[in-house]
């Protein structure tokens, strides 16, 4: 039986999703074995990575002049990359807004390579909100602003896109496909595919055209945004079945009216579960109002000590993964694009029974 799965990574795929990847599981296409089993090379694997593409740029209106490239090595492995790809030319500086663990990761990454500059910064109030447009100003020299539009762990979502001079390049693990982006605003998306895509091993970048010829020299070739645009996403051997899932979940998103109601659902469910939260004297945010994450809902209990009682009784009344981050703790609740209206409304059910016991 299939539960409500709250996991924030890798997350809950879409069943339809799974079961057209089982029933083509052994023989694909009539080729007589899988589509993990043919070369990345072939006709029918290549019209897959096209179809992938094509729905993707429909999905979020990809201008003409984005490249969209298929990568490895997850978000992180894109932490380095962007200094490497964005350091070659002038500045070997970049700005930051630090809003917690990921941003916080990128800033420690980039910093091997050059300077990373905060320029603004939510840890006076333990990374609990987004810093407002008007309280911060980018600096003069940067290469580019980096940002994390949605911290998975901390639950904090920019309702804004920050507004700068040089490239933007945002960390979207998270949020990907969850709302409509008006993609013209930055230089680079990025984000791994287990959040709000599909399966792990494979990562998304959207790199605008003029972006492309500012690599370090010495590059290494696996992180190169210009070598895998130039080899469409193809110079080694993508992650194909990865690949593959990924497309079927852009066809499902299709199917399912696109992102413009994916964020109706986000709002709905969040807005669900939040005022649940709020209106509760026993559970509640660490979020402030106006950052609240539509995709990954932190909370906690007013009493720690019933933390492994809440896990166990909602493991076993059907809802996964609702363990917080380790370096957190607490609880959270991620409902990404996949995780359905009955599985929020199933989790406020149990969380008002919880109360009604124990609070
Ligand atoms: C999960 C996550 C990452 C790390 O992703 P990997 O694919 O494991 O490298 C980075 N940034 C954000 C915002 C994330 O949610």
Redesign the pocket.
Known sequence: MRKFNFCA?PAALPQPVLEQAQRELLDWRGLGCSVMEVSHRSPEFVAVAERAEQDLRDLLRVPSNYKVLFLQ?????QFSAVPWNLFGVGSKKADFIHTGH?AA?AIKETRRYGEAQIVASSEDRNFSYAPAADSWKPSRDAAYLHY?S???IGGVEFDYVPEVDCPLVV?M??TILSQPIAVEKFGVIYA?A??NIGP?GI?VALVREDLLDRAMDNIPRSLSWKVAADAGSMDNTPPTFAWYLSGLVFQWLKTQGGVEAMEKQADIKSKMLYGFLDSSSFFSSPVEKGSRSRMNVPFVLADADLDKKFLEESEAAGLLSLKGHRSVGGMRASLYNAVPLEAVEALVVFMADFEARWG
């Open positions: 990574g090595g997850g978000a992180t492995g990921w990761k994390t949605n911290e998975t960390d693990s998270s791994g287990q959040k792990s990562a």
